[in-house]
């Protein structure tokens, strides 16, 4: 049985949006382009899940002390918000996915507040590769939202940052994802009209 010290607390939108701001105050002094991605992108694009870090994609990882290294490439900044620590995961790969992940940053979207953030598109292909159960969560919810993800341009964006093996290798991947975010919007649909 786990004891209390081990629970992991989600942390609200305002919460993880300190956290970042902190990050990209040093972002921004140190002339490192960022965009947020993970749990608190998408709590940005409307789809409020649980989420106990933060995680954005940057050119490279900060002059300033990190609580680990990311196994993939990047480094996660404890950033005190209350009572509270926060892990900001910076993440700048340097595996198989780096030209992906590099794209993806590249092609962040400024929305209203000036956050920086990345597209629904490459969201899809980012929560795609990451592959765990909340990202295929995150991913079918993205793939539901009438006109958010232009699946069109998902299949351009991979074809532009990866030969076409992989593209293709991708794309047919994510097809089981596509059918079955299309028969849970009919589903919810016919569900309303009731």
């Known amino acids: 049985m786990y004891g209390i010290e081990n ?28 965009a947020l991605a993970g749990g608190i992108a998408m709590h940005l694009y409307g789809y409020l899940r649980a989420t106990q870090d933060v995680d954005m994609l940057a050119s490279s990882v900060l002059g300033i002390e990190s609580d680990r290294k990311l196994s993939f490439g990047g480094e996660s900044y ?21 030209n992906i992940y590099d794209a993806a940053l590249r092609d962040a979207q400024t929305i209203e507040d000036g956050w920086r953030i990345v597209t629904p598109e490459w969201m899809t292909v980012l929560k795609y590769l990451a592959g765990r159960g909340k990202d295929q969560m995150d991913l079918l919810w993205l793939l539901q939202q009438p006109g958010l993800v232009d699946r069109g ?3 351009q964006l991979l074809e532009g940052a990866t030969d076409k093996t992989a593209a293709e290798i991708a794309l047919r ?18 569900g309303e009209s009731k």
């Open 7 to 34: 629970v992991k607390l989600a942390i609200s939108t305002k919460e993880g949006l300190e956290a970042a701001l902190v990050i990209v105050e040093h972002a921004r002094k140190q002339g490192i382009q960022w």
């Open 78 to 98: 404890p950033v005190r918000i209350g009572e509270r620590k926060i892990l900001v995961d910076v993440i700048v790969r340097d595996d198989f996915f780096r």
């Open 153 to 155: 341009k998902v299949s």
């Open 173 to 190: 991947g994510l097809e089981p994802f596509f059918v079955q975010a299309d028969v849970m919007r009919a589903g919810d649909e016919n």
